[in-house]
């Protein structure tokens, strides 16, 4: 997602939910089920992206399993070796998405209507809260469904591991949002704090993505870290370049058509037929 769109889900999800609940003198609790809400949704747009993307590219990433896309420490034989079918990447996705997705909503639902937290809740406000997500959700999807085609395999992670990190900030929000909320001794308490994470949390993808991209570490980092590790700055720098190397074979790898990595993992293991005098 680009830094503009970035800006106005950011709008759409965070700004203007938070402000029409305040004007309008409507329950927290309807800010509460629409961060969840986002979250489930978020998990049915990605796995349609990924169905989609699959069907269109027919990438070798579809067949990875997320452990072997997301291990940085394996290189382009190892995650070879780990291919599957064409819904093993989809699969991993919703799966894990998919359990901390369910877990949240029962623990949020049981927050809003029965412990009455942020509440009362009406009816009305909450089938707001759930069209409102829905609604921005559809649109982001129909405007990427046109240019799946032309997603590198790469985009499409970054796009579903973006839903992934919005469950782990609903997670965190749970957590933390209780104990602010008793000690404010308001439901805001727990609102400001999941506020707060989204903010960071999008900061964090923004400046993460950055510096993923850079060839070299930042001179002061690599001093801090060679200090930390206690070992020389050259040696440091030289498994992040060893780091970076295998994390560019990988990539390619996963972009390659499917048919192209089997044929080759086919012919490596396959024995030689034996000569005949």
Known sequence: MGLLPALAYALLMNAIPLAEVIYHGRSPAALLLLFWFETVLLLVTGAIRIVVHRRATSTTGHHAPLSAVSDHH?????????????????RGFVTTTGIFTVAHGVFVLLLV??????????????????????????????ADLPHLREWSFARLGETCGGASIRVLVTQLGLILGLPVAGITGSPWGMIG??????????????????WTKRRDLPPGLARFLARRSRQSVETLEA?????????REVELLLERPIDDVLAVRRAVSSPPMPHRP
């Open 74 to 90: 394996a290189d382009a034989a190892d995650t070879v070796r780990q291919l599957g079918d064409g819904n093993t990447y989809l």
């Open 113 to 142: 209507f029965l412990f009455g937290v942020g509440g009362p809740l009406r009816w009305e406000d909450a089938r707001i809260a759930l069209a409102w997500a829905a609604g921005v959700q559809v649109v982001f999807l129909l």
């Open 239 to 247: 498994e992040f370049d060893a780091l970076k190397e295998r994390g």
């Open 193 to 210: 704090t999941f506020v707060g994470l989204r903010a960071v949390a999008d900061a964090s993808i923004a400046w993460l993505r950055g």
